[in-house]
């Protein structure tokens, strides 16, 4: 038999019979050991098919959630309750949709990351780590989500959006069964005058009843910033102005100057340029929007009965033990 201890020198032998370094050995190997079973006992809420969701990812979740919704709200146990069950059932769904994309070996790679973060935060310019300040969010965390997210739009993308189709045929019938939803609005060309009293206000009126040009007094006195181009707002349509106005702007004929109307911004006179009454569009015209209607329409319901299906192949457990002591601490 092989005996190591004829290669371990005199002193190497003395140092490992004295009691000390015995004890030493023991409490090492005690730390290890109490240190795997922390690792094995970190409590966890819900497994599926065996994979752990923790218990303190779900409250770090949940603290996310929680100032999104209304502090009175929340105050309601039952409210609460539901708050905690959306959670836990969203974040299964997650583990469930990372368990599929293990399973069609689907990653991001950190070539890929990094593209997309760049292009987030170019978006973001100089105002970027201010704004993860503001809300309170730790850049790791920031950057988990946004890999998460890729993550779940490649797997959709490759395992349910891949296999849908929407015909020509198909979306000109949907064009010709909702027509109305493709109506193209009334809308009115539109100058007006704004200043900031009446007085100035009524100036204005009495040039313009005396003939004066509108575009000229706009550009001599409106405050506003087309006034350079005599006041000229060009096309819009209703609900884009404040009701006061809006009301008075889509009750003038064209080339009628309106009276003096008040707004939180002022005091206004208007004058319409030109109507454009409401049409329906052809389907040549909005055929683009139509087949990516429906296709938005279509890739939703796939994607229900896609999770449905992957819900029903696996085993979701939820650990109604932990969950409730947590509920009791909270009480």
Excluded at 313 to 326: A, C, D, G, M
Aim: hydrophobic share 40%.
């Amino acid at each position: 038999m092989y005996n190591m201890n004829l290669h371990l020198s005199p002193k190497i032998m003395s140092l490992m019979l004295n009691p000390r370094y015995v004890l030493l050995v023991l409490a090492l190997l005690f730390i290890v050991a109490c240190d795997k079973i922390n690792i094995f006992s970190r409590p966890y809420v819900a497994t599926v098919n065996g994979a752990k969701i923790y218990l303190d990812e779900y409250q770090s979740r949940l603290n996310q959630k929680m100032p999104m919704l209304p502090k009175d709200l929340l105050l309601n146990q039952s409210n609460y309750k539901r708050l905690e069950e959306e959670v836990l059932d969203e974040m299964i769904t997650e583990k469930i949709m990372y368990l599929r994309a293990q399973e069609l070996n689907i990653s991001i790679s950190a070539g890929e990351l990094e593209a997309k973060i760049s292009e987030v935060m170019k978006d973001y310019g100089e105002d970027f780590a201010n704004l993860l300040v503001q809300e309170n969010v730790r850049y790791e965390e920031w950057r988990d989500d946004i890999k998460k997210e890729m993550l779940f739009k490649k797997l959709v993308a490759v395992d349910v959006n891949v296999n849908i189709r929407v015909s020509e045929d198909e979306a000109e019938d949907y064009f010709n069964e909702h027509r109305n939803n493709y109506k193209a609005e009334s809308r009115v060309r539109v100058a007006q005058i704004v200043v900031r009293d009446l007085a100035k206000a009524k100036e204005a009126e009495a040039r313009l009843n005396a003939g004066d040009d509108f575009t000229r007094v706009a550009t001599e006195i409106s405050i506003s910033p087309e006034a350079i181009r005599g006041g000229d707002l060009g096309f819009i349509t209703r609900q884009i102005m404040p009701e006061p106005l809006d009301d008075t702007i889509f009750k003038l004929p064209v080339n009628k100057v309106s009276p003096i109307v008040q707004s939180p911004y002022g005091f206004h006179i208007f004058k319409v340029l030109e109507i454009q009454p409401a049409k329906t569009r052809n389907f040549a015209y909005m055929k683009e929007e139509v087949i990516a209607e429906i296709r938005a329409q279509k890739e939703d319901a796939a994607f229900t009965t896609w999770l449905e299906a992957l819900k029903m192949k696996v085993v979701i457990k939820k650990e109604s033990t932990v969950l409730r002591e947590k509920i009791q601490k909270r009480s």
